[in-house]
């Protein structure tokens, strides 16, 4: 669609970037921080960010909103019942929290704030991957971050 993007994943960015932090209520928020602050330099050069991480407290997300911008922000809220995390859960994360293995694990033994109103909610119980992505890209173009369906991008407009 012509334009650049990346994912950065929770689980990458905590083995490298915020390797020295762990899981209590303030290394939460500074990960998070440290997350939002990486996510302008992305985005301060052009490239949409696609930011997956559990980011389980409001004020901590509202924070990262102000960092980037509202202009520039998207919040998804992958909604999806616990019984349903633990039936997809290939690394046992949610048997060993529920068995007071991991301390701190969101949802379980550590609180969730859901968003008051994020920008689309996917509700992956319910809803098709493809469904999903297909509501996300047309929140984008209505946005105006991706061009509209049917449009060029600026680049392949100058080449032209």
């Given at each position: 669609?012509?334009?650049?993007?990346?994912?950065?994943?929770?689980?990458?960015?905590?083995?490298?970037?915020?390797?020295?932090?762990?899981?209590s209520?303030?290394?939460?928020?500074?990960?998070?921080?440290?997350?939002?602050?990486?996510?302008?330099?992305?985005?301060?050069?052009?490239i949409?960010?696609?930011?997956?991480?559990?980011?389980?407290?409001?004020?901590?997300?509202?924070?990262?909103?102000?960092?980037?911008?509202e202009?520039?922000?998207?919040?998804?809220?992958?909604?999806?019942?616990?019984?349903v995390?633990?039936?997809?859960?290939?690394?046992?994360?949610y048997?060993?929290?529920?068995?007071?293995?991991?301390?701190?694990?969101?949802?379980?033994?550590?609180?969730?704030?859901?968003?008051?109103?994020?920008?689309?909610?996917?509700?992956?119980?319910?809803?098709?991957?493809d469904?999903?992505?297909?509501?996300?890209?047309?929140?984008?173009?209505?946005?105006?971050?991706?061009?509209?369906?049917?449009?060029?991008?600026?680049?392949?407009?100058?080449?032209?």
């Amino acid at each position: 669609m012509g334009r650049s993007t990346y994912v950065l994943d929770g689980d990458n960015v905590r083995h490298g970037l915020c390797a020295d932090l762990g899981f209590s209520p303030c290394d939460r928020s500074e990960n998070i921080r440290r997350i939002g602050e990486m996510a302008r330099l992305f985005v301060d050069s052009g490239i949409i960010l696609l930011a997956a991480f559990i980011s389980p407290d409001r004020a901590d997300r509202r924070k990262i909103r102000e960092i980037i911008g509202e202009k520039n922000f998207i919040e998804v809220f992958v909604d999806c019942p616990i019984r349903v995390c633990r039936l997809r859960d290939p690394k046992g994360i949610y048997r060993k929290a529920l068995s007071g293995e991991i301390k701190n694990f969101t949802g379980i033994s550590a609180k969730y704030d859901p968003p008051e109103r994020p920008d689309i909610t996917i509700r992956s119980d319910k809803e098709t991957v493809d469904s999903a992505v297909s509501r996300l890209i047309a929140h984008m173009r209505k946005r105006r971050f991706i061009p509209g369906s049917g449009a060029r991008s600026q680049g392949a407009r100058q080449r032209a």
